[in-house]
């Protein structure tokens, strides 16, 4: 394990603890940005440079953000009454452990299986517009379908809750 | 004597037998419509009875001319008609009726004297009040009895000797509010009953080993040759046939029918009813009924016998004829009802009938029963003339002196006495009765029958002596004076009077017509029959008796008529003898000790058990089926209703718990999600490696 | 080089830390967050998937283009699900979801 993957692999676990641990939360969104980051930078570390911009272009520039603007939307920012975590965190806590068992044991089981290829995989950005706009132009439209009924959507969601509330 | 020609047995049935139903059917119908009647329409309902039996007259003569006839050319005819009434699988219930010498005789005199008595009983029932219910029950009993002689099956011979039960009580009973009245009236029904329980046991047996109820079927009859070798193959107990035993029987129906004894009771205090009554039923007709029935089922009685021999039935017969004979006769003496003599009188009579039938054969019984017939009837239509004439008393020791006050019915009651007591050669009674003695001199099993017979005939001579001397000679004891009866009553005594001397004539053993008749045979006229060595010596013997009794009976009672309260002659002479023949020899107290005291006793213990054991049970049980009732109710309410309830609960219980997975709560369904796919990734896992 | 088991603890661990802040926070929008760290970790694991792949790479292409749509499908599901609780707090003035029990059955 080479030192700049434990240092972003740290960063990212630790955005992501913070994420889900702190109190006020505008730091959660904050941390989870870090968390983002984190990712993006892994991603790079994978010689996934377009998944790795991607990510800090989506991730950090639209969804942290989002999740800010909903924060202050729903007055978020003030710290409930009778804690954030709920009565039966345990229980959570302990599924969520167990996933993580399973998950673990799973790939720490396997780990001679998998494969060792150092050769990374050459691609182009040029590459990935023609398999865009040629292999994959399909679910490509269906995800520009899919985006604009949710900007739709959202934008109905959001809107019509004026007329809605008197 | 007899000249034997050959007969030739008839098989077709002439038009005449096959509406031979009508003589019987006519005076039932007649009943009927009376029964519809108010009781103001007294002439129409005489009318109609008098007419319907008139109509059964005309039959009858004309269906007795036609067996004349026949019997004039060599033919004993026997003519059936038969038919089906009832089948149930393989076996019938036939019904029908048959024209045979016999039922032509029997017709003629049961119609001729009914219609005479009905014609007395007009003028006799003036006064009464329910002259019409008389006349319906009247006609019912002469259609009943017309019934009886022509039956050739024994099941519808039963039936109408029921129905004539029936009848009798009805007409013993005729005043029935008066309370000794009701009583002979209960007495008669049930003492004829215990007979006919044996009677019916008879027609059962026969009907279970012969297969068939007729009489006469054309050789397939019950009493003909076939059947009878049938009854003859199984011996029945001591030393009877099966035959004889089936005899023996019917013997009980007809002896209870007839008044022989033990059954005999009832026939004296039958006279509580109106005397038309009693001359009619109780002294020609019903009572004959019984004599009837052992001439008609002789067959029976007489099959297996050796010739001149006997069977062992008909012994029975003889000895009880001969026993109530003589029985009857004692009693009669110490009587002073004028009813209640004629009564006795009867009931010994019947037993000289029977006696003639069981030792000498049907025609001598038969002769005798019609000759009864007439001079019987004759006597009570008499007596009841003199009890209308002197207001309704029926004591003999308060009349007295009445040949000078009613000379036509003295008259006639004295050739009727005649006949009675046997005077010899003008009166028909001394050639029936002679017929009997006759038959008794050459019975092969005993000469006793005979002697008692002939002191019987004493005894009958002395009685009716006696009785004639207390109404009709010394002078007057009663109240008013009395008074001769009207036309109407003394042209029947006139013309029953002349019969009971010119039957006579068809029974002399000169010209034996009727006995040839009933059997069969050419009779040829021969006087020297007259003066056969044991005929004179019986008939003197007869007439010495006879003259002897009235002798008797004349020098003790003759001119002298005691007042009332003074005792009998006979009974200061011999007082208890007296006593008792007087309480007709303690035989109702003994049955009233024996009998009815054991059916109190028992009615008592019937109804102990009713109330007692009965009743209780039936509580118990209704009682157990209200428990069990509400046994179930708690169980319904409790078990079922409350386990359907519960179940319910429980249903809705689960569904409750059920529910609870539904928290609402977002966080939850993803946690179980995320223990589902750990659970799923397990088994993936899992399952690879294995 | 590290190797890809690494990479997949790391994307495992970032995955249990999301889900754990999804079933345990009160606020719906952390739900979301812990949401959208799951979705990371699965494109973790996709990309090392990608890199570490068989030799020779049949498709190179495949795995990034996974990665890329997940990225954009994730985006559009943060849109509208944040869109939604803004819409939920208006309707009940909360977010707290222990709050949210309506459809209880």
New interface residues.
Partial sequence: MSFVFFLLATLTVAGGLAAVLLKNTVHCALALTVAFAGLAFLFLNLDAQFAGFAQILVYIGAVAILVVFAILLTKGSETPKDGVF?HTWL??LA??A??FA??GW?VIETAPMLPKSTSVPIVTVAQIGNALMGRYVLPLEIVAVLLTAALIGAVIVAMHEKEGLE | MYAAISITPQIWSSPLARMLWLIPAGPMAASGAIALFKQPKRKAAATLALGALAFSLLLSLASFGHVVAGWSHGIAVREVVNFTWIQFGAANLELGWVLDPLSAVMLVMVSFVGLLIFIYSTGYMEHDANYTRFFCFMSLFAGAMLGVVIANSILLLFMCWELVGLTSYLLIGFWYQKPPAAAAAKKAFLTTRVGDVFFLLGIVWLFSQTGTLLFYNHGAGSIEVGALAVLLAQPAALGLTAAGAIGLLIFAGAAGKSGQFPLHVWLPDAMEGPTPVSALIHAATMVAAGVYLIARVYPLLQFGALPGGTTVALTVVAWVGAFTAVFAALIAIAQNDIKRILAYSTVSQLGYMMAGLGMGGVAVGIFHLITHAFFKALLFLGAGSVIHGCQEEQDVRRMGGLKSDMPLTFLTYAIGMLALCGFPLLFSGFWSKDGILEAAQHWSVSKVPLYMLIFGALLTAFYMTRQVAYVFFGHWRGGKPAIESPAVMTMPLAIMAFFAMALGLIGTPAWPWFRAFLDGRAAGFSPHAFFEPGLVTLMSASTVVVVLGMILAWRMYGDRSPKPTEPDVLEQSFPVSWGWLRDRLYVDELYGVTVIAFYDWWARVADWLDRRVWARIVDGVTHVFGLWAQLNRFLDNNWVDGSFDKGCEELSTGGGLL?????????TY??IL??A??VL??ML?WSGRA | MTPLGDYLLVAALVFSIG?AG???RRNAIL?LIGIELMLNAANLNLIAFWRYGSHPHPDPLTGMMFAIFSIAVAAAEAAVGLGLVIFIHRHAKTTD??Q??????
């Fill in positions: 709920s229980t959570g599924i969520a167990a996933v399973v998950l799973a | 529910a609870r997975v539904q928290t609402g709560r977002v966080q993803l946690r995320a223990m796919v750990v990734a397990l896992i | 889900l999804a079933l345990t739900v979801l222990d949210m029990h309506r459809m209880k059955g």
